[in-house]
């Protein structure tokens, strides 16, 4: 691909939220759980920005070793 693809993480993280149910015993832990799930969107569109970024800039990642470009965003994780 020639064509760089970056996530805007404030959108992507917008339609995380919007597009999954949070469970909660009362509101206050519902808003709680959504932001979580917000600001862990956030994080990792931003981790795969920064993977994009070097894919992109580095030719020979970005031909031979894109396999481990796509297994290092399948390992994109939040602890």
């Known amino acids: 691909m020639d064509e760089k693809f970056v996530l805007d993480p404030n959108k992507f993280a917008e339609s995380v939220i919007r597009s ?7 509101e206050e832990e519902i808003v709680k759980n959504k ?5 862990t969107a956030y994080v990792i569109a931003g981790k795969f ?24 965003i399948k390992d994109l994780g939040i602890y």
């Open 49 to 72: 920005n920064k993977l994009e970024n070097r894919a992109f800039y580095n030719k020979e990642t970005h031909k031979e070793d894109y396999g481990k470009v796509l297994k290092n």
């Open 35 to 39: 932001l979580k799930l917000y600001l």
């Open 20 to 26: 999954q149910t949070v469970a909660g015993n009362n």
